[in-house]
C-alpha cells in the first residue's frame, strides 16, 4: 500500500532531476524535443510529495514504447497512457516512488498545462503557500489512501490551473 506522505521542500530535488534527465536523454536521444522538471518537487518552497514529476516532450509518442525495455532496465515501470490519451507514463520505486515520467509530443496541449501551472505556483507566493498547506493537510488526514487525497486537492488543482492558463497566455 501507498502512504501519503508530503514534506516540506528539499533543495535537493532539482538535483535528483537534473541526474534522472540525463538518462532520459541517453535513452530517447534523437527523439527528445524538451524535458522539463515539473509537479511540486519543481517548486521552490512548495511542500511535496518527494516524488520527482519529469516530462520528457517528444517528437513522435508512437517511438516511446520502444524504449520501454530501457525504462526497465534503469528501474521504471511503464503503465502506457495511464488515463490520459497522448501520453505515455512510467513510475519508479513501487509504493515507494521515487520518479514519475510523463511523456507528451511535441504540440500537445498537456505540456502548456503542466508548465503555466508550475510557472504561476512559483509566482505566486499566496498560492503556494495554500496549495502546501492543504496537501499536508489532507496527507495527515488520508496517510493510506492515496485516492482520497487526490480527490481532496483536485478542486484547489482545477482552480489553479485555470488561473496558470489565465496568466500563461497573457503578457505576464
Known sequence: ??????????PEWEALF???????????????????HIGSTSVPGLAAKPIIDIMPVVKNIDHVDERNEKMVAIGYEPKGE?????????????????????????GSEDIVRHLAFRDYVRTSPEIKQEYGDLKKHLAAKYTNDIAAYIAGKNQLVKQIEAQALRWYGSDR
Not at 1 to 8: C, I, S, T
Not at 19 to 31: P, V
Not at 85 to 106: C, L, M, P, S, W
Open 1 to 10: 500500500m501507498r502512504k501519503v506522505e508530503v514534506v516540506d521542500y528539499n
Open 18 to 36: 537534473q541526474s534522472e534527465a540525463t538518462r532520459l536523454i541517453e535513452i530517447f536521444g534523437e527523439q527528445l524535443v524538451a524535458i522539463h
Open 82 to 106: 495511464n488515463g490520459i490519451a497522448g501520453r505515455r507514463y512510467f513510475q519508479k520505486g513501487g509504493d515507494n516512488r521515487t520518479h514519475h515520467v510523463h511523456i507528451f509530443y511535441e
